[in-house]
Nanobody
Framework: QVQLVESGGGLVQAGGSLRLSCAAS????????MGWFRQAPGKEREFVGA???????YFPDSVKGRFTLSRDNAKNTVYLQMSSLKPEDTAVYYC??????????????????????WGQGTQVTVSS
């Protein structure tokens, strides 16, 4: 069982930056692929980015070039650095974890059904 706790959300002006953290319990954090998703009111959950073995990352076009992912396996933490934020980035952001599988690629990790564990979410609000 893995427990995930997100932090770092808040209110930021358009064009600003924010870093979200996701702290995971468990001793096998390095073996997990970590993803971030977001959900705005009245909208479906949307993939934001994922990172897995070897520091590989995958982002959708909507955030590519603005968001980056990193992880510190010693701290069991993954970070989502968000820059050039837009009002449309406003949402609750969730981190998720799943077992790394060598035959998965970015599009697999973009699928929320692949994930086993989810955090409670953190609110990000971008004002115009």
């Amino acid at each position: 069982q893995v427990q995930l706790v997100e932090s770092g959300g808040g209110l930021v002006q358009a064009g600003g930056s924010l870093r979200l953290s996701c702290a995971a319990s468990g001793r096998t954090f390095s073996s997990y692929a970590m993803g971030w998703f977001r959900q705005a009111p009245g909208k479906e959950r949307e993939f934001v980015g994922a990172t897995w073995s070897g520091g590989r990352t995958y982002f959708p076009d909507s955030v590519k070039g603005r968001f980056t992912l990193s992880r510190d396996n010693a701290k069991n933490t993954v970070y989502l650095q968000m820059s050039s934020l837009k009002p449309e980035d406003t949402a609750v952001y969730y981190c998720a974890a799943t077992i790394f599988r060598a035959y998965y690629g970015g599009t697999d990790y973009a699928d929320p059904s692949r994930y086993l564990y989810w955090g409670q979410g953190t609110q990000v609000t971008v004002s115009s």
